[in-house]
């Protein structure tokens, strides 16, 4: 199975912050990357998929990019319903596997 | 709408079986995998499996395989989850989830969740 590590785990920031998650596999996944946004007793909401495309309805404030093993979501100003949990996820091969989660807290 | 409707919150005893439902609506059912993720409490995401609705084919994750059953009714656009001996170590919230395109393993959408309790 391929790993994903996500850092940090936790952060804690304020509203208008930009901010930055990483995640890394631990093969090369090719652009097969997903980011998911949860918030506490809800289900996860597709952020992106293909590493960078934006989700229909997605703000644009989410971006994301990377390659190989290395991929980055960027909130590019952070606002009060963006505080939440956010998972990457692999879909490159089966079984698809999700990152530990960072949680973004307010500060 | 594209939606997946999961059945209601079950509290069971250890050793207990239990089938929990997915039904879709708003697309054609027969045309994506469904699949089902794990939620421990306070815990990440963990992918259990997937059932090709239109054959019943099933994938399973090593680690889920043989302790649950994955199916589905293509007649009714429902798909299921089920265990025939639960242990406490179940008690999770399980979500089923679609693929956004066919033959793709990212999710959306999901179902709203169906909390599991196993306790004594």
């Known amino acids: 199975d391929i790993q994903m590590t996500q850092s940090p785990s936790s952060l804690s920031a304020s509203v208008g912050d930009r901010v930055t998650i990483t995640c890394r596999a631990s093969q090369g996944v090719s652009n097969s990357l997903a980011w998911y946004q949860q918030k506490p007793g809800k289900a996860p909401k597709l952020l992106l998929y293909?590493?960078?495309r934006l989700e229909s309805g997605v703000p644009s404030t989410f971006s994301g990019s990377g390659s190989g093993t290395d991929y980055t979501l960027t909130i590019s100003s952070l606002q009060p319903e963006d505080f939440a949990t956010y998972y990457c996820?692999?879909?490159?091969?089966?079984?698809?596997?999700f990152g530990q989660g960072t949680k973004v807290e307010i500060k | 709408e594209v939606q997946l409707v999961q059945s209601g919150a079950e509290v069971k005893k250890p050793g207990e079986s239990l089938r929990i439902s997915c039904k879709g609506s708003?697309?054609?059912?027969?045309?994506?995998?469904i699949s089902w993720v794990r939620q421990m409490p306070g815990k990440g995401l963990e992918w259990m499996g997937r059932i090709d609705p239109s054959d019943s084919y099933t994938n399973y994750s090593p680690s889920f395989q043989g302790h649950v059953t994955i199916s589905a009714d293509k007649s009714i656009s429902t798909a299921y989850l089920q265990w025939s001996s639960l242990k406490a170590s179940d008690t999770a919230m399980y979500y089923c989830a679609r693929p956004g395109v066919p033959g793709y393993n990212w999710f959306d959408p999901w179902g709203q969740g169906t909390l599991v309790t196993v306790s004594s």
């Open positions: 293909a590493a960078s």
């Open positions: 708003g697309y054609s059912f027969t045309s994506y995998w």
């Open positions: 996820q692999q879909y490159y091969s089966t079984p698809p596997t």
